[in-house]
């Protein structure tokens, strides 16, 4: 069986979860004998040396509009559906704010997708998505889709409340690299050390957690490289933080483990968020999450979280408070480790293949 990733072109220069979900599922289903190979929206893709296609993104149909017109073979994809509405209306700054704030969600989107184009940060790859739109892009790829391949049973319904589609869903979870993280040695954690890891930009609302803290007795960690586009965003984080906030650039995955076994809470006050990665890998090694309330997240975390509203930094300082406070939880690592691991992601997809090709 090969199978064909089709993925946005800046997934190395500018990563993120997708980035980890796309290495970590390819990995492990070549374990599983399946040829994988990741391919970049924009190049050329030999379709007929694939028996299936996997795509990825149905937020970014620009992408995917052209692959799924032209491939000829079966494919299925993995829509990581993301809502940017409440931030585009209500936080977003300068002239970008302005445009987006009475725009609809599909609106936004387009807006922003051929600004990049337009101002040369990313690639047009389908030019049919001009005239199509947003919305009708991503509907008529899903109405091709032989599967759909959510995140979780919150984004299915997400998805099937807004379009119709004839594909077969199955839910395949974000994971974790159990190689990597796992909770197997008791360690004593500070209870004011509090870390966040991911990306600095406004969809993750570092600055509202910055304010939660700032000049409080916790001791927050960001770690994280400003993303593309954000650096005034990064600037006013740094401008506003208190001496017990601390910046750190990206680091490998490896290089986090240290700061998992030590920091007692993990925080992702994000204004979406599908699950939080980095919320996963902490609870794995056995960090207190408060992760955001928008989005998907409660289907991951369910009860063995703390959750806070993105909007409100007294209540992203609330739930941290009560996460400093809490006795240590495994039923989340547990949970993590049994549930949520890229070797079921890749033993489900997996199933979804050969079903797909056996017809």
């Known amino acids: 069986m090969k199978v064909g990733f089709i993925t946005r072109s800046t997934l190395q220069t500018v990563p993120g979860g997708d980035t980890i979900q796309i290495v970590q599922t390819v990995r492990h289903l070549r374990m599983l004998g399946v040829e994988a190979d990741i391919l970049s929206a924009d190049a050329a893709i030999p379709y007929a040396q694939y028996d299936l296609l996997h795509l990825f993104n149905i937020t970014r149909p620009a992408d995917?509009?052209?692959?799924?017109?032209?491939?000829?073979?079966?494919?299925?994809?993995?829509p990581i559906l993301i809502d940017y509405?409440?931030?585009?209306?209500?936080?977003?700054?300068?002239?970008?704010?302005?445009?987006?704030?009475t725009g609809s969600p599909s609106f936004n989107e387009?807006?922003?997708?051929?600004?990049r184009w337009l101002l040369g940060h990313d690639k047009l790859v389908s030019r049919t998505y001009l005239w199509k739109g947003q919305r009708r892009s991503m509907q008529a790829i899903l109405q091709g889709a032989s599967a759909v391949l959510p995140n979780s049973v919150a984004e299915q319904k997400a998805i099937q409340a807004t379009f119709s589609t004839p594909a077969i869903f199955t839910t395949v979870p974000n994971g974790i690299d159990t190689s990597?993280?796992?909770?197997?040695s008791p360690v004593d954690r500070d209870k004011n050390?509090?870390?966040?890891?991911?990306?600095?930009?406004?969809?993750?609302?570092?600055?509202?957690?910055?304010?939660?803290?700032n000049d409080t007795s916790f001791q927050l960690k960001l770690i994280g490289a400003a993303a593309p586009?954000?650096?005034?965003?990064?600037?006013?984080?740094?401008?506003?933080?208190?001496?017990?906030?601390t910046f750190m650039e990206h680091i490998p995955q490896e290089a986090l483990l240290e700061y998992y076994r030590s920091a007692a809470v993990h925080v992702l006050p994000s204004w979406f968020e599908t699950c939080?990665?980095?919320s996963l890998e902490a609870g794995a090694m056995g960090c207190t999450i408060v992760v955001t309330a928008k989005g998907y997240t409660r289907d991951y975390f369910g009860n063995n979280a703390f959750y806070a509203d993105?909007?409100?930094?007294?209540?992203?300082?609330?739930?941290?408070?009560?996460?400093?406070l809490a006795p240590s939880n495994s039923e989340l690592a547990k949970k993590i480790s049994s549930d949520f691991t890229w070797q079921r992601a890749a033993s489900v997809t997996f199933n979804v293949y050969q079903k797909i090709i056996s017809g």
């Open 64 to 78: 995917l509009l052209i692959h799924a017109q032209r491939c000829n073979i079966p494919y299925v994809i993995s």
């Open 85 to 101: 509405s409440e931030y585009d209306r209500h936080y977003r700054k300068g002239f970008s704010g302005w445009l987006l704030r």
């Open 110 to 115: 387009y807006i922003k997708t051929t600004a």
């Open 180 to 184: 990597l993280f796992s909770n197997n």
């Open 193 to 213: 050390s509090v870390i966040c890891v991911a990306r600095i930009e406004g969809i993750k609302n570092q600055l509202h957690l910055i304010r939660a803290l």
């Open 229 to 245: 586009g954000q650096r005034k965003y990064y600037e006013q984080c740094r401008k506003e933080a208190a001496s017990n906030v």
């Open 276 to 278: 939080g990665l980095s």
């Open 310 to 324: 993105p909007a409100s930094p007294a209540s992203i300082h609330d739930a941290i408070a009560q996460a400093a």
